[in-house]
């Protein structure tokens, strides 16, 4: 993977955006690539393959998720 330059974007998601998903609804036209799901619970964070967007976890996890 590249390294991040500045249009590098960081999104924090909480438990009601589960299960996650980049893009994210309401994207622009022009950031639509195709749709990968992102485990953000394992280490607090998770970077889209396709357009490199940050996302963070932050809040409680929901139940059963350790």
């Keep these: ?5 500045e249009t ?7 438990a009601a955006d589960l299960p996650l998903h ?3 609804p309401g994207a622009p ?5 195709p749709r990968v799901f992102l ?4 280490d607090g964070k998770a ?4 357009c490199g967007t940050e996302y963070c ?7 059963g998720h350790h």
């Design 22 to 24: 980049c893009p994210r």
């Design 57 to 63: 976890f932050t809040g409680e996890k929901p139940k």
């Design 1 to 5: 993977m590249s390294q991040l330059d």
């Design 47 to 50: 970077t889209c393959p396709y």
């Design 29 to 33: 036209l022009w950031a639509r690539h």
């Design 8 to 14: 590098t974007r960081e999104v924090s998601v909480t």
């Design 39 to 42: 485990d953000v619970l394992t």
